[in-house]
């Protein structure tokens, strides 16, 4: 599996996946980084280890569109199966999300769907919160509001700042995002091995580089349901059946 990363700035998850990425057992591999401003810290991360970056600014595009048309393409070019936003400060559209046929993820520094959006240090400190933490989760048209992945929770200290506890759930975040793509990716395998078999099953010849599909949660606890209600039904079909040739066996002695 090939990630693109989208970085803004600093690029400290950037760093943290690259780190994780180069141990055998993980399951993906990152692939290009794309920032969209040219002074982006994170941009080193990836030069010193030769990973494909590209700071493509929108101020270069007529429009929005056009914009993100062209990180597509760069996408494509570079085969990616995953999009993972990690300080990406630009609210991708309706059209991007739309038009690229893989996971996007987000990485966000609170308990969503708590403190949405942005300066979420300073307001959970001044709501007086116990806990606060980090999310990573599948990005949907609205900001900060797709299915959660993985959640990392720290306790809000009694003289906390907003700087202490950024410190804080930024260790987390490293955490965090490595483990959303463990499972994401055991997700899109598991959900393409499925329907490989199904096309097998008919008879129609499966594409020999299957495109990643978006991992619906839904249509997971569909077959989910579906499995189960088969596997009641199968179980009890037996107990009758034992019932009727027991019966039968009873009468005919
Ligand atoms: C992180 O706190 C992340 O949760 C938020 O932006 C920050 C990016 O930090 N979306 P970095 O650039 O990865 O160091």
Not at 24 to 40: D, G, M, Q, R
Not at 43 to 69: G, R
Not at 122 to 141: M, N
Request: hydrophobic content about 40%; overall charge neutral; glycine content about 4%.
């Amino acid at each position: 599996m090939k990630i693109a990363v989208f970085i803004s700035g600093r690029g400290s998850n950037l760093k943290a996946l690259i780190d994780s990425a180069k141990a055998k057992a993980f399951p993906a591999e990152i692939a290009l980084v794309v920032s969209n401003k040219a002074t982006a810290g994170g941009l080193s991360y990836a030069a010193e280890e030769n990973i494909p970056h590209f700071a493509v600014s929108p101020k270069d595009y007529p429009d929005k569109q056009t914009y993100e048309a062209a990180i597509i393409e760069l996408l494509s070019a570079h085969q990616i199966d995953i999009v993972c936003l990690a300080g990406f400060m630009k609210l991708l559209s309706p059209y991007f999300i739309g038009h690229f046929h893989g996971p996007i993820l987000n990485i966000h520094p609170s308990l969503l769907p708590a403190y949405k959006g942005l300066h979420t240090h300073e307001r959970v400190i001044v709501a007086g919160e116990e806990y606060s933490g980090c999310t990573v989760h599948h990005v949907t048209e609205d900001m900060d509001a797709g299915p959660i992945i993985v959640q990392k929770k720290v306790k809000v200290s009694k003289n906390e700042t907003p700087d202490t506890l950024a410190a804080k759930i930024l260790k987390k975040e490293h955490q965090a995002y490595a483990q959303a793509i463990r499972i994401v990716v055991s997700e899109l395998k598991a959900y393409t091995s499925q329907t490989t078999t199904k096309n097998e099953e008919e008879n129609i010849m499966a594409s020999p580089t299957p495109t990643p599909t978006k991992v619906d949660p839904e249509e997971i606890q569909r077959y989910q349901l579906t499995w189960t209600r088969f596997t009641v039904i199968s179980k009890y079909s037996i107990i009758f059946i034992a019932l009727v040739l027991v019966i039968m066996a009873l009468t005919l002695l």
